[in-house]
C-alpha cells in the first residue's frame, strides 16, 4: 500500500505571495492532518480534515486554511506569506473513524521564503 | 489547552544500554498516546502508541508505560543500536486526531 503523498516536496516563495500543498492519504484513510514543523517551534497541528469538513483547528491565523475532496486527498494554503512560515509542512493519514486512530506522516513539503 | 513537556532533549548512550525518554501532559482528557522516531530529513514515523486504559505496552525492544495519576508516560528501549539514533517525539491527544508533541529528544548511541 502507498504510504502519504505530499507535493512538492520543496518550494521557495518570497514574502507577500501564495501557495498551495497538496497531500494524498495513504488508500482508505479519510482523516488528514497537517502540522507545521521549525526548529525552535516544533510539531504544531495546523487543522484536521474528515470527509471533506473541518473537525479541528490549531491556533494558527486565518492566513493559513485546508480543503478536503471527495477522494480525501487534502490541499493547504497559505496566503501572503511572511518569513516565519518558513518551515517544513507535514500531513498525516488515518483511517479517522472513531478517536485517536494512528496517523501516518508523508515526507513534507519544505517551505522557504525569501 | 494541551501542553506536553518532554525530557531529556539529548540522551547518549552505548551500545546495548537502555534509553528512557519520559513526557508529562496537561489535559486530563488526553486518552492517545503516541511516540515517533524522526531520523534526519526524514518523516515522523509511528512506532508505539498507547490508549489511556492501558498502563503498559510492548513491541519487541521498546515498551511504553503510562501513569494516568502523573499524567506521565515514558518510552523505554533497550538493548540500544546504533540505528536507534534519531529524534523522538512523544504526542498526547484529546481526540479528532490533534496530537500535541513535546520539544523532542535527540537519541545518540555509539557503537
Known amino acids: 500500500k502507498a504510504g502519504v503523498t505530499q507535493t512538492p516536496r520543496y518550494l521557495i516563495k518570497t514574502r507577500g505571495q501564495q501557495v498551495t500543498l497538496s497531500c494524498s492519504p495513504i488508500?482508505?484513510?479519510?482523516?488528514v492532518s497537517w502540522y507545521q514543523q521549525t526548529p525552535g517551534q516544533g510539531l504544531q497541528f495546523l487543522f484536521e480534515?474528515?470527509?471533506?469538513?473541518?473537525?479541528n483547528k490549531g491556533n494558527f491565523p486565518g492566513r493559513f486554511s485546508g480543503r478536503q475532496f471527495s477522494n480525501s486527498r487534502s490541499e493547504m494554503n497559505v496566503s501572503t506569506l511572511e518569513l516565519g512560515d518558513s518551515a517544513l509542512y507535514l500531513c498525516a493519514s488515518s483511517l479517522g473513524d472513531g478517536q485517536n486512530q494512528p496517523q501516518h506522516f508523508g515526507d513534507g513539503t519544505r517551505l522557504s521564503i525569501l | 489547552g494541551e501542553n506536553v513537556e518532554q525530557h531529556p532533549s539529548t540522551l547518549s548512550v552505548q551500545e546495548g544500554d537502555s534509553a528512557v525518554i519520559k513526557c508529562t501532559y496537561s489535559d486530563s482528557a488526553s486518552n492517545y498516546f503516541p511516540w515517533y522516531k524522526q531520523e534526519l530529513g526524514k518523516r515522523p514515523q509511528l512506532i508505539i502508541d498507547?490508549?489511556?486504559?492501558?498502563g503498559e505496552k510492548k513491541d519487541q525492544r521498546i515498551a511504553v508505560t503510562l501513569n494516568k495519576t502523573a499524567k506521565h508516560f515514558s518510552l523505554h528501549i533497550t538493548e540500544t543500536q546504533p540505528e536507534d539514533s534519531a529524534v523522538y517525539f512523544c504526542?498526547?491527544?484529546?481526540?479528532?486526531?490533534?496530537?500535541?508533541f513535546g520539544t523532542g529528544t535527540r537519541l545518540l548511541v555509539s557503537p
Open positions: 504526542a498526547a491527544s484529546i481526540g479528532f486526531q490533534k496530537l500535541v
Open positions: 498507547i490508549r489511556s486504559n492501558v
Open positions: 488508500s482508505g484513510h479519510r482523516s
Open positions: 480534515y474528515f470527509s471533506e469538513t473541518q473537525r
